[in-house]
Structures are given as structure tokens and as C-alpha cells.
């Protein structure tokens, strides 16, 4: 008993440092959710039809943030790596890769979302007795014309923010989303319902404020960074060129593109998902809309913790730790999956309640409590593949977290969600419900890979 206690079980000194990173990626993405919720709680007041046109809106919008995602954590792998080997004109090189690639995918972003999101959105407005599918198209389409506004600054604020954290600067980025998602919610309550002076704007005021947040997290984190480059010396000099050693740049594209592959496919799956459970009407995604929107609020725990692995794991591993970043690695995964044993039971019990307070029909409360229910039960599994998941990238291991994740979700998923949807009678809940027991071999490989240990690598010793 006593040898799996010292394996799983850190002492205090461990949990300290573990939560020094964790803890700004908890606090700033709690905030986010929690403001999100409220967000979406507020769009929730205005009807059924304009929350699930919002909300389809947001499915495709995360296809777009999780690319940048993707991109940014090809070169971040080496910027952790760079930073626990003191390199800092490797981080500098990392920083300036971030720019040009997410740049370009923020160009093909606005061009996908300006010629061809409205057809994307008809493709969620599957519920031909609902009299209201025109109402929710047009809220959609109002929603997304001025949430591509706001692409730009939310690019730049992930890149300047993921190397910040990378280089250990984690109050900063947290401070500047705390920041972002205050005016977000300010503005919503202003736009949206509308004050002697101001008339109510709907979901277009709702897009107004996330528009002018994103403003503000990419003045706040790119000023703060420049102001302080005596801190951050990955700034200095970064913009004189934007030259990129050869040798590096071919080992982030062959290390990072799975990873933007990943994400691009991994979302994308999310959102045929959502896509085949529309099926089901418009109640089915308010519902899941709902869901979501709840369960990010229970999920930051094992997602900061991912965070946290990348970074600690990844600077341990480039320093050439190696034993001491499997034994970090271990017991953080075991600290995210028993806390989330704890979460989870909190939110079966609590499931009902956020229903209740949206603006829509009792048959789409009943809905979404009972997702949430399923989402808590399955919460420690989720916490061990995406723990899995962030052990494996922090060792460059990108094409195999490519193939556990987004071809994971594509083929097996998608296919019986798919068949469940269009060849069946069979309602939401045990649809969903079998679509998550899917995950379960998921977890399996996690274990196995893991085991393996096909991730302890130093991918920065010879640069």
C-alpha cells in the first residue's frame, strides 16, 4: 500500500508546484466558463430559437479557436522544451513560427466562415415540424457576421498568451482573460437587453461583447508582454525577422502539424456530432447547447491539469529529467482523475438546476439535465485520456495523439452516432449515452501508451 502511495501521492512541496502552474489555467478558465454560462444563460432569455442559433454559431466559431489551438501547441511543445533548457532564442524562433501559421489559418478562417457559413449553419436546422427554423437561421447568420470581427485579436491573444505560459509567466495570460470576460459581461447585460439609452440588440449585442472582450485580452497580454520584455526576453527582437531556422521549422511542422490536423478534425467531429444529434430538433440542440455550456464549467479542473502536464512534464523532459518527469507525469494524472471522481458526483447532484434557469420548453430542461448526468458519470475517464493525451504531446509524440484523438473521434464515434441518428428511432438521451461508453476504449489505449512510455523524450538536446 505504502509503494503505490509514494507512486500516485506527491508530498505537500509537489502539490505547491503543481498548482503554482495549475492554478492561474483553474482561476482563468473557471472565470471564462462561468461568465460563458452566464452568457449563454443571457441569450437563453431571449428564446429557444435565438440560444440554438447562437449556439450552432459557437460550434463552428470552436472549430476556428481549436485550429489556432492546434497551431500554437505544434510550437509550444518546443518552447517548453527551449525554456527548461534556457534557450531563449529557441523560444524566440517558437514565437515567431505562431505568428506565421496562425496567421495564415486566421485568413482561411474568415474565408470559410464570410462564403460559407450561413450553408454550415442550415446544416443544424433539421427540425421541419418546428415552425421556427427560419427565426434560428437568421439569428445564426446575425451572430456569426460580426463574431468574425473578433478573429483577429483572439489569434493574436493566444499566441503572445501560450508562450507567456510556456516561459512560466501563467498570471499574466489569467489576468488578462479575468479581464476579457468582466467587459464580456458587462456589455452583454448592456447590448442585449438594452438601457434607457441604448436599444436591446439581441444576439447581435451578445456578439458585440464577446467582440470588444477579445479587443481587450489582446491589448492587455500584448502590451503587458512588451512593457516587461526585460521578464519576457523571447520579445526582444522578436519582430526584426521573421526568419526561422530550417532545421526548426522542420521539426515543429513534422512534430506540431498533427497537432493542428488533430484539433482542425478533433473539432470538426464535434460539430458533425452536435450535426447527427440535430436530428433530433431543435429541442435536442438547445439541449446539448445547454450541456456543454454547463459541463465546461465542471471541466477546468482536469483541463488546467492538462495545461499543467504540458508545461511541467515538457520542461522536465527538455531539461533531461526523465525519471523525475514519468514520476510528475504519474501522479498528476492521478490527482486529475480522483478529483474528478469529486466533481463529478457534485455535478449529477446539481444537474437539474442549471436547466431550469434558461427561458425554453420543459422537454428541453429534461433534456439537458440528463446530458449533464451522463457528462459527470464519464468526467474521471475524460480526465485520464486528456491527461493522456498531454503526456503524450509533451514528448513529441504529435502523430499518435493525432490518431488517439481526432481519427478516435471520426471513426468510431461519428459512425455511430451517424447510424443512430438517421437509421433509428432512437431518442437523444441513449444515443448520447452510447456515444460516450464509446469512450471507454479510448481510455484503454491512453492506459497502454502510457505504460509504453513512448512519450519520455528530450526533442530539444541537440538543437
Excluded at 493574436?156 to 459581461?185: D, H
Excluded at 523525475?324 to 478529483?339: C, E, Y
Excluded at 513529441?396 to 490518431?403: A, S
Amino acid at each position: 500500500m505504502s509503494r503505490w502511495k509514494e507512486k500516485l501521492i506527491g508530498d505537500a512541496s509537489f502539490y505547491k508546484m503543481i498548482l503554482l502552474v495549475a492554478f492561474p489555467i483553474i482561476v482563468q478558465n473557471g472565470i471564462t466558463n462561468f461568465v460563458s454560462l452566464l452568457d449563454n444563460i443571457m441569450v437563453g432569455q431571449l428564446g429557444t430559437e435565438q440560444m440554438s442559433g447562437v449556439a450552432i454559431v459557437n460550434q463552428l466559431m470552436n472549430v476556428f479557436n481549436l485550429c489556432i489551438f492546434g497551431a500554437v501547441s505544434g510550437a509550444s511543445i518546443f518552447s517548453a522544451q527551449f525554456y527548461g533548457q534556457g534557450n531563449h532564442e529557441g523560444v524566440r524562433n517558437a514565437f515567431r513560427f505562431k505568428i506565421i501559421c496562425c496567421g495564415v489559418i486566421a485568413l482561411i478562417g474568415l474565408l470559410i466562415l464570410g462564403f460559407g457559413g450561413a450553408p454550415l449553419i442550415e446544416q443544424f436546422l433539421n427540425d421541419e415540424s418546428s415552425g421556427n427554423i427560419a427565426f434560428t437561421y437568421e439569428a445564426g447568420v446575425t451572430y456569426l457576421t460580426v463574431m468574425m470581427v473578433g478573429i483577429l485579436p483572439f489569434t493574436i491573444a493566444q499566441i503572445y498568451a501560450s508562450t507567456l505560459r510556456e516561459t512560466g509567466q501563467t498570471i499574466l495570460p489569467m489576468t488578462a482573460g479575468v479581464i476579457a470576460v468582466f467587459v464580456n459581461l458587462f456589455f452583454n447585460v448592456i447590448l442585449i437587453f438594452g438601457t434607457a439609452h441604448i436599444p436591446a440588440m439581441g444576439v447581435r449585442g451578445a456578439a458585440i461583447a464577446t467582440v470588444i472582450s477579445r479587443f481587450v485580452e489582446m491589448a492587455v497580454v500584448v502590451l503587458w508582454t512588451h512593457a516587461h520584455a526585460k521578464k519576457n526576453i523571447f520579445i526582444q527582437g522578436a519582430y526584426r525577422t521573421l526568419f526561422i531556422p530550417k532545421g526548426l521549422v522542420k521539426q515543429i511542422v513534422v512534430k506540431g502539424m498533427p497537432l493542428l490536423a488533430n484539433e482542425a478534425l478533433w473539432s470538426s467531429g464535434m460539430a458533425v456530432l452536435v450535426q447527427c444529434y440535430s436530428m433530433r430538433g431543435l429541442d435536442a440542440v438547445a439541449a446539448i447547447n445547454i450541456s456543454t455550456t454547463v459541463s465546461n464549467l465542471f471541466n477546468v479542473v482536469f483541463i488546467a491539469l492538462g495545461s499543467a502536464i504540458s508545461i511541467v512534464v515538457g520542461q522536465q523532459l527538455g531539461a533531461g529529467k526523465l525519471e523525475k518527469a514519468v514520476d510528475t507525469d504519474r501522479k498528476m494524472i492521478f490527482f486529475s482523475v480522483v478529483s474528478c471522481f469529486v466533481i463529478g458526483a457534485v455535478m449529477f447532484v446539481i444537474a437539474p438546476a442549471f436547466p431550469r434557469i434558461y427561458n425554453t420548453t420543459d422537454q428541453v430542461r429534461a433534456l439537458a439535465a440528463n446530458l449533464i448526468r451522463i457528462a459527470s458519470v464519464f468526467m474521471p475517464l475524460y480526465a485520464f485520456y486528456h491527461a493522456s493525451y498531454f503526456t503524450l504531446r509533451s514528448g513529441g509524440k504529435t502523430m499518435i495523439t493525432f490518431l488517439f484523438d481526432s481519427c478516435y473521434v471520426w471513426v468510431v464515434n461519428i459512425p455511430i452516432a451517424f447510424v443512430l441518428t438517421r437509421f433509428t428511432v432512437m431518442p437523444l438521451i441513449p444515443v448520447y449515452l452510447i456515444c460516450q461508453c464509446a469512450e471507454i476504449l479510448k481510455g484503454i489505449v491512453g492506459f497502454i501508451l502510457l505504460k509504453k512510455g513512448v512519450w519520455i523524450q528530450n526533442i530539444v538536446s541537440d538543437m
